[in-house]
């Protein structure tokens, strides 16, 4: 806090840390740009001062220590309108011409509208996609896999890591049934095996039976291999 300074020290300066003290009105305070004999007029006018580790700024009414998020972003004035500036590792903020507000998604990401349906933005190590809705939602895994199912991408398909196949429709990663990956298991494809995913499947009496660890390694148990 303050302490209490002689009259006959009135005006005087001390450095103690790398801060600069000055006695003032029988107190000692910390200086202000002032104190270096900055004054305000329209020469000067939001331009900024740095003291003590402190900003300050001038303005109509003289100067004036900078509330935070100003104290570590600066003036927000209209030439900074839309300015979107990180007051700490996890805040941002916007300048709305005159003041600082703290930034939502789209100040971040952009806007999304009708032309961005589909895409995807990442921020912080998090990806977002676009929805119809018009608005940022945390991408699902599939998407942050295959990428974004734009405009462009529809009705083209990719395959995942785990061997599915999606198809990018309506804007949406949309994955293949078993049935529509393998097929109808119908006389022609007995006991042929399809693959579905990371599985393997062979088909047997018009359905399509899972292929088990021992099948894998024999060969299916059909009617065909009764007794072998």
Same mark, same amino acid.
């Given at each position: ?66 509330? #935070? ?53 990442? #921020? ?105």
């Amino acid at each position: 806090g303050e302490r209490a300074c002689h009259a006959g020290e009135e005006g005087e300066k001390y450095l103690i840390d790398t801060l600069v003290f000055i006695c003032k009105s029988g107190q000692w305070k910390l200086t202000t740009p002032e104190d270096a004999g900055v004054k305000c007029s329209k020469k000067n006018l939001n331009e900024e001062y740095i003291t003590n580790g402190l900003r300050y700024a001038c303005t109509d009414s003289g100067i004036v220590l900078l509330p #935070y998020p100003a104290l570590k972003l600066g003036l927000c004035t209209p030439k900074h309108n839309g300015a979107l500036a990180e007051a700490d590792t996890s805040d941002y903020y916007v300048c709305d011409s005159t003041q600082w507000r703290r930034a939502n998604i789209n100040d971040i990401l952009g806007k999304c509208d009708t032309t961005m349906i589909g895409t995807m933005q990442e #921020y912080k190590g998090t990806y977002y996609s676009c929805r119809y809705n018009k608005t940022w939602v945390q991408s699902l895994d599939i998407e942050v896999e295959l990428g974004g199912c734009t405009d462009d991408l529809q009705d083209t398909t990719r395959r995942s890591s785990e061997g599915y196949h999606y198809i990018c429709n309506q804007h949406n990663w949309l994955k293949y049934s078993q049935s529509e990956e393998l097929g109808e298991c119908k006389k022609s494809v007995e006991y042929n095996i399809g693959t579905y995913g990371p599985y393997r499947y062979i088909c047997i009496s018009g359905k399509w039976d899972a292929l088990n660890s021992l099948d894998m390694l024999f060969g299916n148990c059909t009617d065909k291999a009764v007794g072998e």
